[in-house]
């Protein structure tokens, strides 16, 4: 009789009728298949500024307006979960109501996961985390933070809980992100009692309030993490399970140290070791946050420095994962930036891993690249020797070696020899007076009379390698072009394309299209205008310290 009922029930009291049928969370981990962060968009904040808009609030950190193509892409190249984080603080009034147009924008954006047949979680995010400047996060891994904000923790979770309870199964929720303790302690609180004894009872109010509110939210699978979504074997040990339904799982954060294959291999045996003794024995767990990089003790991407590694590790790491049941979330990157809006893959190679890794083949899915697009960025400058980048960026560590790359070619709208020049970043070349890297530098003005621009790399001026390539502009007045194309010149006569990102004194937006094609379907984007720093809470940083920041959409450790 009750399968009867659920074939003709509407589909709002199906979904009620099912909260009974639940799939358990060690099922809900496997059946995610590989996850995706959609990181730096609504978790992105700035606590010195007031929103009108969503999304300015949602843009602010460099990432464009999600669209429901970025999902459905996702969901076409094999992912079958999105973890969306939120940050809500500067969308709270006095009295902890959310303002409804993020409420809204938020189901917007869950439900274009859900249209797609993904797995989403949504959480608190930057409501946590490190104190950085005036910004000081309201939620804390500590005793007298928790007595001080429980009543606001626990009515945001309400409000969030009854917008959603009617959701199935494939949305889940989690508790927090990487909450710290008053003293900003990573990995585990100073005071190991009171800080851990914190994080217990706000994963206890969460799983409370959530199940109150009744609906499918009484069986709804939620996320708790452990302090500062640590993976020491302490800080997962003293995790708590806070209720024994089913319907919990773990999560933490895991980036890498690798050095080389074999380190690699060991370091992700010993997490998975740590996981199987301290978590796993009591609940289903996800790695809700990994990558190629790492921004301690150095800013390094092994992607893009040691790529044979980088895509070693992801192999193996998703093998096993797979093997003992453990879910796992990429933090942000394989489609980042201007990429998002194509939608295009700039680490398909990555991306392609990760799926081969888990279901042994690609067949069937897609990736489609920038090279799949005809692109054209309209760059506007404001300030004389303002910089475009070609390649590179400020952050990046990755060479061009010029025994492969001999030069660049750049298409633009028009001839601008006598307003725009090439300036290429060699080999380091010292210290600058403020104690940063000195580079060798080479200036290539461009060909007069074209909007096309062939340019050699001059070895005996840079050294050995390339770090970035930039558009410069000469004039001190504002000055805007198009650039259709731009493409690095290996030395075998062969062409690559290159990455355009804002440097400093520009701003970009761009037009895109699939390419052939009869029907063009144009997309556009506004970059970030500048090179700014922010802390993790949004704030603009203009003399940052030792901290970890984001600048262009990436996380960096100053040291």
Same mark, same amino acid.
């Given at each position: 009789?009750?399968?009867?009922?659920?074939?003709?029930?509407?589909?709002?009291?199906?979904?009620?009728?099912?909260?009974?049928?639940?799939?358990?969370?060690?099922?809900?981990?496997?059946?995610?298949?590989?996850?995706?962060?959609?990181?730096?968009?609504?978790?992105?904040?700035?606590?010195?500024?007031?929103?009108?808009?969503?999304?300015?609030?949602?843009?602010?950190?460099?990432?464009?307006?999600?669209?429901?193509?970025?999902?459905?892409?996702?969901?076409?190249?094999?992912?079958?979960?999105?973890?969306?984080?939120?940050?809500?603080?500067?969308?709270?009034?006095?009295?902890?109501?959310?303002?409804?147009?993020?409420?809204?924008?938020?189901?917007?954006?869950?439900?274009?996961?859900?249209?797609?047949?993904?797995?989403?979680?949504?959480?608190?995010?930057?409501?946590?985390?490190?104190?950085?400047?005036?910004?000081?996060?309201?939620?804390?891994?500590?005793?007298?933070?928790?007595?001080?904000?429980?009543?606001?923790?626990?009515?945001?979770?309400?409000?969030?809980?009854?917008?959603?309870?009617?959701?199935?199964?494939?949305?889940?929720?989690?508790?927090?992100?990487?909450?710290?303790?008053?003293?900003?302690?990573?990995?585990?609180?100073?005071?190991?009692?009171?800080?851990?004894?914190?994080?217990?009872?706000?994963?206890?109010?969460?799983?409370?309030?959530?199940?109150?509110?009744?609906?499918?939210?009484?069986?709804?699978?939620?996320?708790?993490?452990?302090?500062?979504?640590?993976?020491?074997?302490?800080?997962?040990?003293?995790?708590?399970?806070?209720?024994?339904?089913?319907?919990?799982?773990?999560?933490?954060?895991?980036?890498?140290?690798?050095?080389?294959?074999?380190?690699?291999?060991?370091?992700?045996?010993?997490?998975?070791?740590?996981?199987?003794?301290?978590?796993?024995?009591?609940?289903?767990?996800?790695?809700?946050?990994?990558?190629?990089?790492?921004?301690?003790?150095?800013?390094?991407?092994?992607?893009?420095?040691?790529?044979?590694?980088?895509?070693?590790?992801?192999?193996?790491?998703?093998?096993?994962?797979?093997?003992?049941?453990?879910?796992?979330?990429?933090?942000?990157?394989?489609?980042?930036?201007?990429?998002?809006?194509?939608?295009?893959?700039?680490?398909?190679?990555?991306?392609?891993? !990760?799926?081969?890794?888990? +279901? $042994?083949?690609? &067949? %069937?899915?897609?990736?489609?690249?920038? @090279?799949? #697009?005809?692109?054209? /960025?309209?760059?506007?400058?404001?300030?004389?020797?303002?910089?475009?980048?070609?390649?590179?960026?400020?952050?990046?560590?990755?060479?061009?070696?010029?025994?492969?790359?001999?030069?660049?070619?750049?298409?633009?709208?028009?001839?601008?020899?006598?307003? !725009?020049?090439?300036?290429? +970043? $060699?080999?380091? &070349? %010292?210290?600058?007076?403020?104690?940063? @890297?000195? #580079?060798?530098?080479? /200036?290539?003005?461009?060909?007069?009379?074209?909007?096309?621009?062939?340019?050699?790399?001059?070895?005996?001026?840079?050294?050995?390698?390339?770090?970035?390539?930039?558009?410069?502009?000469?004039?001190?007045?504002?000055?805007?072009?198009?650039?259709?194309?731009?493409?690095?010149?290996?030395?075998?006569?062969?062409?690559?394309?290159?990455?355009?990102?804002?440097?400093?004194?520009?701003?970009?937006?761009?037009?895109?299209?699939?390419?052939?094609?009869?029907?063009?379907?144009?997309?556009?984007?506004?970059?970030?205008?500048?090179?700014?720093?922010?802390?993790?809470?949004?704030?603009?940083?203009?003399?940052?310290?030792?901290?970890?920041?984001?600048?262009?959409?990436?996380?960096?450790?100053?040291?």
């Amino acid at each position: 009789m009750k399968k009867i009922l659920l074939l003709v029930c509407s589909a709002m009291l199906c979904t009620s009728l099912q909260a009974v049928d639940f799939e358990t969370a060690k099922d809900a981990v496997k059946n995610m298949g590989v996850g995706w962060n959609l990181g730096n968009t609504l978790d992105a904040n700035d606590a010195t500024k007031t929103w009108t808009t969503t999304a300015q609030h949602e843009t602010c950190w460099g990432q464009p307006v999600t669209k429901p193509e970025l999902l459905k892409m996702m969901k076409e190249a094999g992912f079958g979960a999105i973890r969306v984080p939120i940050t809500w603080y500067q969308e709270m009034d006095t009295n902890g109501k959310v303002n409804d147009a993020w409420m809204k924008r938020v189901k917007e954006v869950v439900d274009y996961v859900i249209d797609n047949g993904m797995y989403c979680i949504i959480n608190v995010h930057h409501d946590t985390g490190a104190d950085e400047g005036n910004y000081k996060s309201w939620l804390k891994a500590s005793s007298s933070s928790y007595d001080k904000n429980k009543a606001k923790y626990e009515g945001l979770w309400k409000q969030i809980a009854e917008k959603f309870k009617d959701y199935d199964q494939k949305l889940l929720f989690e508790a927090y992100n990487e909450m710290l303790d008053e003293k900003n302690t990573w990995n585990e609180p100073a005071d190991k009692t009171d800080g851990y004894k914190a994080i217990n009872s706000y994963a206890k109010s969460f799983v409370t309030t959530v199940r109150a509110t009744g609906g499918n939210n009484k069986n709804r699978n939620l996320v708790v993490n452990t302090y500062s979504a640590s993976s020491t074997a302490e800080a997962m040990k003293q995790l708590e399970l806070p209720e024994e339904t089913g319907h919990i799982i773990f999560q933490l954060h895991s980036y890498p140290n690798w050095k080389s294959e074999s380190n690699a291999k060991n370091e992700i045996d010993n997490l998975i070791s740590n996981i199987k003794s301290n978590l796993l024995n009591r609940a289903p767990v996800i790695v809700g946050e990994y990558a190629t990089f790492t921004t301690w003790p150095a800013n390094l991407d092994y992607y893009a420095t040691d790529r044979k590694v980088a895509l070693y590790a992801m192999d193996y790491f998703i093998k096993k994962t797979k093997e003992e049941g453990i879910g796992t979330f990429y933090w942000m990157g394989l489609s980042d930036g201007v990429n998002r809006t194509l939608p295009a893959f700039h680490q398909a190679d990555l991306a392609q891993t !990760l799926i081969k890794a888990y +279901y $042994g083949s690609t &067949d %069937g899915y897609k990736y489609p690249t920038p @090279d799949d #697009f005809q692109t054209v /960025y309209t760059v506007s400058y404001n300030s004389q020797w303002g910089e475009l980048f070609l390649y590179g960026d400020w952050n990046s560590s990755a060479t061009l070696k010029l025994t492969e790359y001999k030069g660049v070619r750049i298409e633009l709208d028009n001839d601008y020899s006598s307003k !725009l020049q090439i300036k290429v +970043y $060699g080999d380091k &070349d %010292g210290k600058n007076t403020d104690g940063s @890297d000195k #580079f060798k530098e080479q /200036y290539i003005p461009l060909t007069a009379g074209s909007n096309t621009s062939t340019l050699d790399f001059d070895a005996t001026t840079l050294g050995s390698t390339v770090l970035r390539i930039t558009l410069q502009a000469l004039e001190g007045t504002a000055l805007t072009a198009k650039v259709n194309d731009a493409k690095l010149i290996k030395t075998d006569g062969s062409e690559v394309s290159g990455a355009i990102s804002v440097g400093w004194g520009c701003s970009v937006t761009s037009e895109s299209s699939p390419k052939p094609t009869a029907i063009q379907r144009i997309h556009a984007n506004q970059s970030v205008t500048d090179n700014t720093i922010y802390n993790l809470h949004g704030q603009r940083m203009q003399n940052p310290q030792k901290g970890i920041y984001i600048r262009n959409g990436k996380k960096y450790v100053m040291k």
